[in-house]
């Protein structure tokens, strides 16, 4: 079982940034892929970046791609989403995932594929 908390939302003009994390309980933390999903009001919730268990696999949503940087340190049990150049749009309320993962490098997409999931943490980015 694997618990997992986010920090480091908040508010943030455009063109911004901020760094998320997600500490994560619970045992074998190096052998789960980490995604990170984000829920606009009245939206879906969507994919925007998942880190292969090693580290050395990473994956972008185009609309986040070379603005969001997601990295992963095993020995902290921790996961953070760098983000910069914020735009409106990235309004949201950006949750942490953990699926178990077979392969050092893949790096899952599916909102289905992930198990477990933290409460949220809400960033906001004013234009």
């Known amino acids: 079982q694997v618990q997992l908390v986010e920090s480091g939302g908040g508010l943030v003009q455009a063109g911004g940034s901020l760094r998320l994390s997600c500490v994560a309980s619970?045992?074998?933390?190096?052998?789960?892929?980490m995604g990170w999903f984000r829920q606009a009001p009245g939206k879906e919730r969507e994919w925007a970046a998942t880190?292969?268990?090693?580290?050395?696999?990473?994956s972008y949503a185009d609309s986040v791609k070379g603005r969001f940087t997601v990295s992963r340190d095993n020995a902290k049990n921790t996961v953070y989403l760098q983000m910069d150049r914020l735009k409106p749009d990235d309004t949201a309320v950006y949750y942490c995932?953990?699926?178990?993962?077979?392969?050092?490098?893949?790096?899952?997409?599916?909102?289905?594929?992930?198990?477990?999931w933290g409460r949220g943490t809400q960033v906001t980015v004013s234009s």
């Open positions: 995932a953990a699926t178990w993962s077979s392969g050092a490098f893949l790096r899952p997409t599916n909102r289905e594929t992930f198990n477990y």
């Open positions: 880190i292969s268990r090693s580290g050395f696999g990473t």
């Open positions: 619970g045992p074998n933390f190096g052998y789960y892929a």
